[in-house]
């Protein structure tokens, strides 16, 4: 689903571009993708294991423009991609098809200056829009700020995954699961 182009500005005044990202962008989005993995333990992936591809990225890019149950907002300063929230179908089956999954990640210099509250507006309201009933997410328990972003958005613990991540080191992550009901 394509995401029409708007200027955003944050609370400490800079002005970003917020949309779907593109073929063209592909570069930027992979780029981007890695330096959130090395800043935070916080995303699933290690900086390693995110496939530079470019065609790939084209692909998968070209895949969520086509795509009419889920929505990708990306953010830009100047042609750098810095942020990204998504909501996807959680399934095709009847009795699954209320729910969606979102996803959000910001490079760390784009923390607590109101970008993750801006993303997460966006793709709530575009939830409702597609008549989705309600949104999922997992959250590492140690995201205390992810966590209180989540519940500042109406968003409620449903459970706990424990041990969920293992890190390089050994150490295990639980995961708080969360949904917001629409």
């Given at each position: 689903m394509k995401i029409e182009e708007e200027i955003i500005t944050l609370k400490d005044g800079r002005k970003l571009t917020l949309r779907s990202a593109e073929e063209k962008d592909s570069q930027t989005m992979i780029d981007y993708m890695v330096k959130t993995a090395e800043e935070t333990h916080f995303l699933c992936r290690y900086p390693e294991e995110i496939n530079p591809d470019l065609e790939h990225e084209k692909k998968f890019l070209n895949d969520i423009l086509e795509s009419d149950g889920s929505a990708f907002f990306s953010v830009f300063d100047g042609d750098r991609a810095v942020g990204n929230c998504s909501i996807s179908a959680h399934s095709k089956h009847v009795k699954l098809k209320h729910r969606c999954d979102l996803a959000i990640a910001l490079e760390q210099d784009f923390c607590g200056c109101g970008l993750g509250t801006i993303?997460?507006?966006?793709?709530?309201?575009?939830?409702?829009?597609?008549?989705?009933?309600?949104?999922?997410?997992?959250?590492?328990?140690?995201?205390?700020?992810?966590?209180?972003?989540?519940?500042?958005?109406?968003?409620?613990?449903?459970?706990?995954?424990?041990?969920?991540?293992?890190?390089?080191?050994?150490?295990?992550?639980?995961?708080?699961?969360?949904?917001?009901?629409?």
């Open positions: 993303l997460m507006t966006k793709a709530i309201d575009k939830a409702r829009e597609l008549g989705f009933g309600q949104i999922e997410l997992g959250v590492y328990a140690d995201n205390y700020k992810g966590l209180a972003l989540y519940k500042k958005m109406g968003f409620q613990e449903m459970g706990k995954t424990l041990r969920a991540f293992r890190l390089k080191g050994g150490t295990y992550i639980d995961e708080i699961n969360m949904v917001l009901f629409l």
